[in-house]
């Protein structure tokens, strides 16, 4: 999460000191040429993949938690082992859900870098705001325990 939005602040500042073209570097590119726009595609692939993540964030991987963790519970040895196995269910779902925000925060971050579009920080952005939600609490790891257990 902090590298995210660390890699996000240092995009925004590197953009914002550019220094103007001095003689003998290139010159802008010309707007009537098809690459002078992709930066369009490229936000638009981070809009897109930012969508995927959240879709697999928020729906399919905590199914797919639940149901492992069902499962080791039911295979459990003990409650206490059960237990173990389902808090370590929880925090490899965790993991993985942030991945799915991140990457897509991250490629948006890189699209900003590298075109100096400042539109393209709404996807760092709400990749920040989607893993805030996914946050780790223990009464989220006790919630999700709870519901394991007793199903």
Do not use: C
């Amino acid at each position: 999460m902090s590298g995210l939005l660390l890699f996000s602040v240092v995009a925004v500042m590197l953009n914002s000191n550019a220094a103007p073209p001095t003689a003998g570097s290139l010159p802008p590119p010309d707007p009537n040429r098809p690459e002078a726009d992709s930066w369009i595609i490229l936000a638009g692939t981070a809009g897109v993949l930012m969508l995927a993540g959240a879709i697999g964030a928020m729906v399919v991987l905590p199914r797919v938690a639940k149901a492992r963790a069902q499962a080791a519970w039911s295979a459990r040895s003990s409650d206490a082992a059960g237990l173990s196995a389902v808090i370590l269910e929880y925090g490899q779902s965790v993991i993985l859900r942030s991945a799915m925000f991140e990457g897509p925060g991250l490629f948006g971050a890189i699209v900003m870098l590298l075109h100096g579009k400042p539109v393209v920080l709404a996807v760092p952005v709400l990749a920040l705001v989607g893993l805030g939600f996914l946050f780790p609490t223990a009464s989220r790891a006790a919630g999700f325990a709870n519901t394991v257990m007793k199903q």
